[in-house]
Each structure stands twice: as structure tokens, then as C-alpha cells.
């Protein structure tokens, strides 16, 4: 996992890489960003700092890494909620739209960069530009709040993926405590089991809390590299280790619904738009490479191969497990050493994620707020904002200690408006006054009107089934494992 470092500006502060998402913050100061798993947007990474650019094969590896996250292993029941036909097809779809904003972004960031004479634009520089690009008087004067609405969102969804990965935490160690007396080296032992009696999993989370705490303490993004790469390196053996075994058994798929219901759907949408939502990263990948003029072919290259591969776990996650799919599909692997040990390890990999993934947001608040006092005061209100800010996710992950509707609420309330909605605006902002062909302003107000429908929807679902489910809030003490 490559972490990237970013100035400071109201956006970024550092790539993570399997769930990045930030615009650069300072492209300012450091001409390039990378993508890392935590932000997407500016942030460079160490590895990449002494070089004066990177390959076209490189920025291919950066983009693939930095999409997957933990998002890929809840696709399996996003399929489930939407069909097994439904499923694949909507999630084609959503990363052709994602990686065509994508490339709205590139092209109006490089218009800015052109007419000011900037080697690099941000997200937020970019939408701040746009309007005032406008023709109207009352978005130029309010420009400033393009800015500030992508730093607000950005905070939102940096901050959701660290609640995640709190009860993504609790759910795996839960389940590996409650096996540990009957895990067995057997692999191909199928019996049915109900474990030991342990605590709740909202517990689980609080004793997780002091070692967050601990992990955010660390300032110095150079440190916070060694998390990256122990993180990359677990998660991607994890991963393949997960592949390798839903692909052995294929049960008949004829008895799952080609369509599933509408409400359920917008579950999907939320969970889909939650993996793909990583547009903060592409424009410092591309302000990065060695030969910026061929990013778009490495973008189009690299969120086809994300898109397939999203599809194809997403798909045989769900064709493998069925209706009895869960939040995440490592929830599902045998109660053997082997597939214990990958909880283990993603366990760790998550842990060094969290402090990544929190950077950006705190980049953005803390020196905001250090700004207003005086240096005396400066390190102690530092360290009061972290503890509150990793207090507050650990509080919301309790709040709502089910990691299907946190992905959802995630993905719908921030990475629909960052992914879909604000790109088609910013392309009709910015060329509107040159005269844009009717077709365009057509597809992007469909484009737009897709994020907010799927904004609007997915936040109502999954708050809807957070309030009227509470007992699937109140966590069963015991796990039932089927091998």
C-alpha cells in the first residue's frame, strides 16, 4: 500500500492504497501525488518522491492498488442485492460512468492548468474554477464553496472507511476468538458448528480503540509508509487466498434471482459506488507520470481491469456462498488455520490502513484548526483533535455495528457526490460559456441525476434499515460457522 503525501490545501493529504480517495491538498508544494490507499488525491508517496516521474506502467499499478480495498470484499453480497444478473451488468455500467467522470476531471483540470499556468490542479482547485467559469454572477462570487464542498465530502468519506475498517476489525476478530478452540488444520471438513458464547462485537471495537489511538498519534507520513507496505503485502496475499477458494466449489446458480428487489438495490448502489469511489487519485497519478499525455489510456486501461475484477469476485463470491453471503466475504471462509490466518492478516493490514485513511482528514482539520491559537497551544489541541476525531469513528462504527449498511451509507452520502454528481457539473461549468453541444449537457444532467438519485436512495435505505432492524444491531454472542 503506497502512501502519498500531500501539501497542505484544503483537500488532500495522502493516498492510501486500497481505498484511496482524497484530492491533492497541496499540489503546490509537491508537484504530484501519487496513489496511495488513503487519499486520492495529492498525496506523494515517499517511494515516488526522488523520482521526476513515473512510468506508464507504474501509474497502472498505483491506480489498480489504490482501488482495492475493502469495498471488493462486501461485492459479493451487493450482488446479492442486486440480482445475479442485475448485479454484474450494474456494476459494468457504474465503471464505465466512474471512469468517464474520471476523464471529465482530467480534462477540466487541464484546462485550469493551461489558463493560469499551474503545473498541477487539485480537485477542489478545479471545481473552484469551474465556477467561476460560470456565466452566473452568484456562482462566481461563491465560488470558494466548490472548495470547501469537496473537502466536506472528502472528510465524510475518509472518515466513513475508518468506521468501516473499525467494525470490519470487530466482526473478523469476533469470529476468530469464537473458533480458536475448534479451528482444525482440515480445510475440507464440512460440519455444522455453533461456537463458544463471547462478547458482543461492539466490544470487540472498544478494545480496539487504545491501539488506534496509539496508531494516529504518528505525524510523520514517512512513518506511516511502513504501515502501507505491510498493509499492500497482507492484503494482496489475502486476497488471492480468497480467490483461490470460492473458485473450487460452484454451486448450480439457477435458484438465485436474476433481479432482486428495488429496495435492496439502492444497497448495492451504495456499496458498488463506495469501491469505485477513488477520483481524488487521478489527477496527482497523472500530474506524477513521466508522459502525462498518456494517462487517459492508462486510466481507461486501469479501471477496465478494477471493473472486471470487482465483477468477477463480486460474482463468483455470490454464485459460491448464495443467500447465505455476508458483509464481508472473508466472514465466510472455513474455520480452518488457513482461512483463520487470512482474517488475521487483513486484521493487521486494516489496522495500518486506519492510520493512512485518517490522514487525510486530519490534514485538512488540524492545521485548519491550529491555525486560530497560539503555538503554545498548538501540539496539545493537535493531539485533543485526534483523540476525538478516532474517538467519533469508533463511537458511529457502534452506532451502527453492521458493516453491509456502513458501506452503503458510505458510498451513497460521499462517493456518489464525489464520483457522479460533482464531475458532469464541472464539465457544464466550465465549458457552458463556450457552448457545449446539447448531447453533453444532456448526458452530464443524466450523469448527475444518477449520483443524486443513488445519493438520496441509498441514504434513505440504509438508514431506513438501520432503524427498523434493531435486533440485527443487537449482535448475536455466538457465531455460526458453516464449513
Same mark, same amino acid.
Given at each position: 500500500m503506497s502512501t502519498t503525501k500531500s501539501a497542505r490545501s484544503p483537500q488532500g493529504a495522502v493516498d492510501l492504497n486500497l481505498d484511496i480517495r482524497s484530492p491533492p491538498e497541496s499540489a503546490k508544494k509537491l508537484p504530484n501525488k501519487d496513489s496511495g490507499f488513503l487519499d486520492g488525491s495529492p498525496s506523494e508517496s515517499p517511494g515516488l518522491e526522488t523520482t521526476k516521474g513515473i512510468t506508464a506502467f507504474q501509474t497502472l499499478v498505483h491506480l489498480v492498488k489504490g482501488n482495492i480495498g475493502t469495498g471488493v470484499l462486501g461485492l459479493p453480497l451487493a450482488m446479492k442485492n442486486a440480482g445475479i444478473l442485475m448485479g454484474p451488468l450494474s456494476l459494468l455500467a457504474m465503471g464505465l460512468i466512474s471512469c468517464h467522470c474520471m476523464h471529465i476531471l482530467i480534462r477540466c483540470a487541464r484546462r485550469f492548468c493551461h489558463r493560469f499556468n499551474k503545473p498541477f490542479m487539485d480537485y477542489g482547485d478545479t471545481v473552484m474554477h469551474g465556477l467561476e467559469a460560470n456565466p452566473s454572477t452568484w456562482l462566481r462570487n461563491h465560488a470558494h464553496w466548490g472548495r470547501c464542498i469537496v473537502s466536506f465530502f472528502l472528510i465524510v468519506? &475518509?472518515?466513513?472507511?475508518?468506521?468501516?475498517?473499525?467494525?470490519?476489525?470487530? *466482526?473478523?476478530?469476533?469470529? =476468530? =476468538?469464537?473458533?480458536?478452540?475448534?479451528?482444525?488444520? %482440515?480445510?475440507? !471438513? %464440512?460440519?455444522?458448528?455453533?461456537?463458544?458464547?463471547?462478547?458482543?462485537?461492539?466490544? !470487540?471495537?472498544?478494545?480496539?480503540?487504545?491501539?488506534?489511538?496509539l496508531i494516529v498519534l504518528i505525524r510523520n507520513l514517512r512513518v506511516l509508509t511502513i504501515f502501507s507496505l505491510l498493509a499492500n503485502i497482507t492484503m494482496l496475499i489475502s486476497l488471492i487466498i480468497i480467490v483461490q477458494y470460492i473458485v473450487q466449489e460452484i454451486p448450480d446458480p439457477r435458484q438465485l434471482p436474476l433481479v432482486a428487489d428495488w429496495k435492496t438495490y439502492s444497497l448495492f448502489f451504495g456499496t458498488a459506488i463506495f469501491s469505485f469511489e477513488s477520483i481524488g487519485v487521478v489527477l496527482p497519478l497523472e500530474n506524477k @507520470?513521466?508522459?502525462?499525455?498518456?494517462?487517459?489510456?492508462? $486510466?481507461?486501461?486501469? @479501471?477496465?481491469?478494477?471493473?472486471?475484477? !470487482?465483477?468477477?469476485? /463480486?460474482?463468483?463470491?455470490?454464485?459460491?456462498?448464495?443467500?447465505?453471503?455476508?458483509?464481508?466475504?472473508?466472514?465466510?471462509?472455513?474455520?480452518?488455520?488457513?482461512? &483463520?490466518?487470512?482474517?488475521?492478516?487483513?486484521?493487521?493490514g486494516i489496522l495500518c490502513t486506519y492510520a493512512l485513511q485518517f490522514y487525510v482528514p486530519a490534514e485538512i482539520?488540524?492545521?485548519?484548526?491550529?491555525?486560530?491559537?497560539?503555538?503554545?497551544?498548538?501540539?496539545?489541541? *493537535?493531539?485533543?483533535?485526534?483523540?476525538?476525531?478516532?474517538?467519533?469513528?469508533? #463511537?458511529?462504527? #457502534?452506532?451502527?455495528?453492521?458493516? *453491509?449498511?456502513?458501506?452503503? $451509507?458510505? /458510498?451513497?452520502?460521499?462517493?456518489?457526490?464525489?464520483?457522479?454528481?460533482?464531475?458532469?457539473?464541472?464539465?457544464?461549468?466550465?465549458?457552458?460559456?463556450? /457552448?457545449?453541444?446539447?448531447?453533453?449537457?444532456?448526458?452530464?444532467?443524466?450523469?448527475?441525476?444518477?449520483?443524486?438519485?443513488?445519493?438520496? @436512495?441509498?441514504?434513505? &435505505?440504509?438508514? *431506513?434499515?438501520?432503524?427498523?432492524?434493531?435486533?440485527?444491531?443487537?449482535?448475536?454472542?455466538?457465531?455460526?460457522?458453516? &464449513?
Open positions: 468519506t &475518509q472518515m466513513g472507511f475508518c468506521c468501516v475498517y473499525i467494525v470490519f476489525l470487530a *466482526d473478523n476478530l469476533k469470529q =476468530v =476468538v469464537e473458533a480458536i478452540n475448534s479451528t482444525t488444520s %482440515n480445510c475440507h !471438513y %464440512n460440519e455444522r458448528m455453533i461456537l463458544i458464547h463471547t462478547m458482543d462485537s461492539r466490544l !470487540y471495537m472498544l478494545t480496539f480503540l487504545p491501539f488506534l489511538v @507520470m513521466k508522459d502525462a499525455r498518456r494517462f487517459p489510456v492508462i $486510466l481507461s486501461l486501469g @479501471m477496465s481491469i478494477i471493473t472486471a475484477l !470487482y465483477i468477477s469476485v /463480486g460474482t463468483l463470491g455470490y454464485l459460491r456462498f448464495g443467500d447465505d453471503v455476508k458483509a464481508s466475504i472473508t466472514l465466510n471462509l472455513p474455520n480452518c488455520w488457513l482461512y &483463520q490466518s487470512v482474517k488475521i492478516l487483513y486484521i493487521v482539520i488540524i492545521p485548519f484548526a491550529t491555525s486560530h491559537v497560539s503555538k503554545r497551544w498548538a501540539l496539545p489541541l *493537535d493531539l485533543f483533535i485526534r483523540l476525538a476525531m478516532v474517538s467519533l469513528t469508533c #463511537i458511529l462504527a #457502534i452506532l451502527i455495528p453492521r458493516l *453491509d449498511l456502513v458501506l452503503s $451509507l458510505v /458510498g451513497s452520502l460521499s462517493g456518489s457526490a464525489l464520483a457522479l454528481i460533482i464531475p458532469p457539473l464541472l464539465e457544464i461549468t466550465t465549458y457552458y460559456s463556450e /457552448g457545449l453541444s446539447p448531447v453533453t449537457i444532456v448526458k452530464d444532467t443524466l450523469i448527475s441525476i444518477l449520483g443524486f438519485v443513488g445519493f438520496v @436512495m441509498g441514504t434513505y &435505505q440504509a438508514l *431506513d434499515e438501520l432503524i427498523h432492524s434493531e435486533s440485527s444491531l443487537t449482535f448475536s454472542n455466538s457465531t455460526v460457522f458453516i &464449513q
